[in-house]
């Protein structure tokens, strides 16, 4: 097993995914405990020692089956990770509540590793709003030892992630991204990384594999890597783009079967960093697949100074390739649900005036349109 360096302690590199277990009969709510309970043990003894959870997995029984299957190890030989559920804006007034039970359904004293959950768009305002006392509670409960590192995850874009960084930035210990050799142009996940490298804010990766998308490539791409490195498979190399950044500390990985994490533990027995040629292979691959069915937006900007409605319409279209690239998801409407209804994707007069300024001739008043009609 990689190890990372993290403080003072020695962390490794792979970290146990809890929120796609393995489940009975296809129902997310009820987890196979037996086979959970068999993954995690192999886990351990490989050398993992990380193992990440949180409020909403598997409709809230992630927290409880994990802390099950870590009670028979010594409590010092691992870390588990759960986080404060603001991704629903309705829990943001019981941090304290919440907390209890979260400690209560693991079987814990103490958290290794807490993060706010999800901060985006939609939850930003909430988060820093000091009347809700979600910042203050976790520090208090970190100086009584309830809590040993915090830090945050983020969903949001580029301004989103600032704006909590100035706010909070100097008391957060990591930050866990959306990152992968897609997202790292796509979602500006190199940026992101940029800025946290600059405050010395360590980088925890969760989705890797882009929800499995990248373990399965087109014949012609897969063969593409292939003549590079014949003995890796498509996950083994969106696994060593991300242990080639070397801001990276944590590498997370939901797996759903046994199979799955024995690959992932081979993997991650050794450091085998991309070199030039192999980076600009994974690079134009990244290139080839974004290039199908998102639109060329360069964001120039010159639509939103001729737009009657004022739309921010580059942001629009970046949810709107998210959204179709990725077969749908919540991030997107999650960004949008933080809009004004004015300043949304059906908000567009279909007038055609940005049209006719867009350096890439883009059909801006169709994308509207179909990005309405599929939200």
Same mark, same amino acid.
């Given at each position: 097993?990689?190890?990372?360096?993290?403080?003072?302690?020695?962390?490794?590199?792979?970290?146990?995914?809890?929120?796609?277990?393995?489940?009975?009969?296809?129902?997310?709510?009820?987890?196979?405990?037996?086979?959970?309970?068999?993954?995690?043990?192999?886990?351990?003894?490989?050398?993992?020692?990380?193992?990440?959870?949180?409020?909403?997995?598997?409709?809230?029984?992630?927290?409880?089956?994990?802390?099950?299957?870590?009670?028979?190890?010594?409590?010092?030989?691992?870390?588990?990770?759960?986080?404060?559920?603001?991704?629903?804006?309705?829990?943001?007034?019981?941090?304290?509540?919440?907390?209890?039970?979260?400690?209560?359904?693991?079987?814990?004293?103490?958290?290794?590793?807490?993060?706010?959950?999800?901060?985006?768009?939609?939850?930003?305002?909430?988060?820093?709003?000091?009347?809700?006392?979600?910042?203050?509670?976790?520090?208090?409960?970190?100086?009584?030892?309830?809590?040993?590192?915090?830090?945050?995850?983020?969903?949001?874009?580029?301004?989103?992630?600032?704006?909590?960084?100035?706010?909070?930035?100097?008391?957060?210990?990591?930050?866990?991204?959306?990152?992968?050799?897609?997202?790292?142009?796509?979602?500006?996940?190199?940026?992101?990384?940029?800025?946290?490298?600059?405050?010395?804010?360590?980088?925890?990766?969760?989705?890797?594999?882009?929800?499995?998308?990248?373990?399965?490539?087109?014949?012609?791409?897969?063969?593409?890597?292939?003549?590079?490195?014949?003995?890796?498979?498509?996950?083994?190399?969106?696994?060593?783009?991300?242990?080639?950044?070397?801001?990276?500390?944590?590498?997370?990985?939901?797996?759903?079967?046994?199979?799955?994490?024995?690959?992932?533990?081979?993997?991650?027995?050794?450091?085998?960093?991309?070199?030039?040629?192999?980076?600009?292979?994974?690079?134009?691959?990244?290139?080839?697949?974004?290039?199908?069915?998102?639109?060329? &937006?360069?964001? $120039?900007?010159? =639509?939103?100074?001729? %737009? #009657?409605?004022?739309?921010? *319409?580059?942001?629009?279209? !970046?949810?709107?390739?998210?959204?179709?690239?990725?077969?749908?998801?919540?991030?997107?409407?999650?960004?949008?649900?933080?809009?004004?209804?004015?300043?949304?994707?059906?908000? &567009?007069?279909? $007038?055609?005036? =940005?049209?006719?300024? %867009? #350096?890439?001739?883009?059909? *801006?008043?169709?994308?509207? !349109?179909?990005?309405?009609?599929?939200?």
């Amino acid at each position: 097993m990689i190890y990372r360096d993290f403080q003072n302690e020695k962390l490794s590199a792979l970290g146990f995914g809890a929120m796609r277990l393995p489940v009975i009969d296809g129902n997310d709510r009820d987890i196979d405990e037996a086979k959970t309970q068999e993954m995690v043990e192999r886990a351990y003894e490989a050398g993992i020692n990380y193992f990440d959870t949180a409020w909403g997995y598997h409709g809230g029984n992630s927290e409880t089956v994990l802390g099950k299957c870590l009670a028979k190890f010594p409590r010092e030989s691992f870390n588990i990770a759960t986080k404060f559920p603001g991704y629903d804006l309705n829990n943001m007034p019981k941090v304290k509540e919440i907390f209890e039970q979260q400690l209560e359904k693991t079987g814990m004293e103490y958290f290794d590793f807490y993060l706010f959950h999800n901060v985006c768009e939609m939850n930003i305002d909430a988060y820093l709003n000091p009347e809700y006392g979600i910042f203050d509670y976790l520090m208090a409960q970190k100086k009584a030892g309830k809590i040993r590192h915090l830090g945050f995850s983020c969903h949001g874009k580029y301004d989103v992630l600032k704006r909590f960084l100035d706010a909070y930035g100097e008391h957060m210990e990591f930050c866990q991204l959306q990152l992968n050799y897609l997202d790292w142009t796509f979602q500006g996940g190199k940026e992101k990384v940029d800025l946290l490298n600059q405050m010395n804010i360590p980088v925890w990766v969760m989705e890797p594999l882009r929800g499995g998308k990248l373990a399965h490539l087109s014949e012609a791409d897969e063969k593409i890597l292939r003549q590079l490195r014949p003995d890796e498979d498509p996950a083994a190399w969106a696994f060593r783009f991300l242990q080639s950044q070397k801001e990276i500390t944590m590498i997370l990985s939901g797996m759903s079967a046994q199979d799955q994490l024995e690959k992932n533990l081979k993997t991650f027995a050794e450091d085998r960093k991309l070199n030039e040629t192999e980076m600009k292979a994974i690079e134009d691959l990244a290139e080839r697949m974004l290039s199908v069915n998102t639109v060329p &937006c360069t964001a $120039c900007h010159y =639509c939103v100074t001729h %737009c #009657p409605m004022g739309l921010d *319409i580059p942001h629009l279209i !970046s949810l709107y390739n998210e959204h179709v690239y990725t077969g749908g998801g919540f991030i997107a409407p999650m960004a949008l649900s933080a809009l004004d209804d004015d300043k949304k994707p059906q908000a &567009c007069l279909h $007038c055609r005036s =940005c049209e006719a300024v %867009c #350096p890439q001739q883009i059909r *801006i008043s169709e994308i509207m !349109s179909d990005f309405a009609e599929r939200i």
